[in-house]
């Protein structure tokens, strides 16, 4: 079965400072990937994937990716920290070849220190 | 942009009522899904649906069903809540047939079962 996990529940991080959420997968055949990023109170929101191409793939807010198939990683990065990037960021995983399904991992708790 | 409605933002049910969550989304999907996000455990699929009429089981499906009798509505029925359905509950929709994949999601509606 096709999985993700995000080995960090809590990130600290400067505004100003370069920021690292972290995301590792398990899939059988090529992995399609996903950020989505949760503000207070609210729905997901979309902000990158990955399916083909290039391994750097750049996202909304400044956001981008980096696919790394050795480490079996898809780590979620932005070069200067903003306060309102403080939020729940969730990796998620095409559930299987053929399948509209995503499937989730428990999500990163992110805060920016002015 | 992809609209995704919810009928409540927060609401309050006594144990052993019927419940009624309703989604509506604009944009023609074809998919649409139904979560449930606890604090720890990230988002758990329910149900899903493909088509008008059509609905598949999720992970956690027990204690639920859906209706999805029009293509832009799918609805998420607990036929006798209890405390433990307490939870956020999101729904999703996405297109079907084209290779994008991503899901846009709803605000969410925050149940508590008294």
């Known amino acids: 079965a096709q999985s993700v996990a995000q080995p960090e529940d809590q990130v600290n991080v400067a505004e100003g400072n370069p920021l690292t959420v972290k995301c590792t997968y398990s899939?059988?055949?090529?992995?399609?990937l996903f950020w989505y990023v949760q503000y207070p109170n609210r729905g997901l929101q979309f902000l990158l994937k990955?399916?083909?191409?290039?391994?750097l793939v750049k996202g909304s807010y400044g956001f981008e990716a980096e696919f790394n198939k050795s480490q079996t990683s898809f780590h979620l990065k932005k070069p200067s920290a903003l306060v309102s990037d403080s939020a729940l960021y969730f990796c998620a995983v095409l559930s299987g070849a053929g399948s509209y399904q995503l499937t989730f991992g428990k999500g990163t708790k992110l805060s920016v220190i002015p | 942009d992809v609209k995704v409605t919810q009928s409540s933002r927060y609401l309050v049910k006594r144990t052993g009522e019927k419940v009624f969550l309703e989604c509506v989304q604009d944009m023609d999907h074809e998919n649409m899904f139904w979560y449930r996000q606890d604090p720890g455990l990230g988002l758990r699929l329910i149900y899903f649906s493909y088509d008008v009429k059509m609905k598949e089981k999720g992970d956690i499906p027990e204690g639920y069903s859906v209706s999805r009798e029009k293509k832009e509505r799918f609805s998420l029925i607990l036929e006798s809540a209890s405390t433990n359905q307490t939870s956020m509950y999101l729904c999703?929709?996405?297109?079907?047939?084209?290779?994008?994949?991503?899901?846009?999601f709803g605000p969410g509606t925050r149940l508590t079962v008294t």
């Open positions: 990955y399916i083909t191409g290039d391994n």
């Open positions: 899939v059988s055949g090529n992995p399609y």
């Open positions: 999703a929709s996405s297109l079907f047939g084209q290779a994008t994949y991503e899901q846009y």
